[in-house]
């Protein structure tokens, strides 16, 4: 019988427990963002799948946790914190810096002899072995970083006006940039497990290239998926990823069935 971790585990939130689950979904965020991004994204796809959206340390339930700002640290937190909920089949969805949250925790999973995802999404993140060509951001003055926090066209103008809810929200960003630019991609073997990776069409930051990539950290399937929007079309697209999830989760579910 499967055993669930206790419905308060800071890790995860937005949780919809789903006692007919045989799947897991954990959704990591982009940098700045919460698990709220991931809110409702249950009733989206198929009935055997629980979506756990992972609560990172310094945002909305966990405003007062000390945010991470390098991402080894992060990923042993994470490997430790997650295995009470590994005792499903699952899967790692993450758009942006969730795309590299979702390849490392599988590198390490790996590496403990722990259990694995069957499967990544990764979304609006170029491969990891991917040079970034952008300057880093991190450290700037605040004046250049909320200008280059407008070009990216992630933080509603309206919580860029708002100074008090930046004051809060400044150093989660900038810690969240500096796992992105402190980030070195060490060389490894290809993961076994299947990599589904989504684009926008719109993106100027992460490329179809870019992308293409992924193709190379996996020995299993690899598929390409472009939609319309920019780097944030996890929102504006919400319902063609569901639609997409939902196959390659179907199918495994199917694979589950014939065993």
């Known amino acids: 019988m499967s055993v669930s971790a206790p419905v308060s585990d800071r890790w995860i939130a937005y949780r919809e427990a789903n006692p007919r689950a045989r799947q897991r979904l954990f959704c990591f965020p982009y940098a700045g963002g919460g698990a709220s991004a991931y809110r409702g994204w249950g009733s989206s796809l198929p009935a055997d799948v629980e979506v756990c959206p992972v609560q990172l340390p310094g945002r909305e339930s966990r405003l007062r946790d000390q945010p991470f700002d390098h991402l080894e640290p992060l990923i042993t937190a994470l490997a430790g914190a997650l295995r009470p909920w590994l005792d499903l089949p699952f899967a790692f969805f993450g758009h942006s810096m969730g795309g590299l949250i979702s390849f490392e925790l599988a590198r390490e999973l790996r590496r403990l002899r722990a259990p694995e995802p069957f499967h990544l999404f990764v979304s609006a993140r170029r491969g990891p072995q991917v040079p970034n060509r952008e300057e880093p951001i991190h450290g700037l003055p605040e004046p250049e970083f909320l200008e280059r926090l407008r070009e990216l066209n992630g933080t509603p103008e309206e919580v860029l006006q708002h100074a008090e809810l930046m004051r809060l929200l400044i150093p989660i960003l900038r810690a969240d940039f500096a796992v992105n630019e402190n980030y070195e991609y060490v060389p490894g073997e290809p993961l076994s497990v299947g990599i589904s990776a989504f684009g926008g069409l719109g993106d100027v930051e992460v490329t179809k ?23 944030f079309f996890v929102h504006s697209g919400r319902e063609m990823i569901a639609d997409a999830l939902a196959r390659d989760l179907a199918e495994h579910a199917g694979s589950l069935a014939v065993r």
């Open 209 to 231: 290239e870019d992308l293409a990539a992924w193709k190379d950290q996996t020995r299993g399937r690899f598929r390409l998926r472009m939609l319309p929007g920019d780097h």
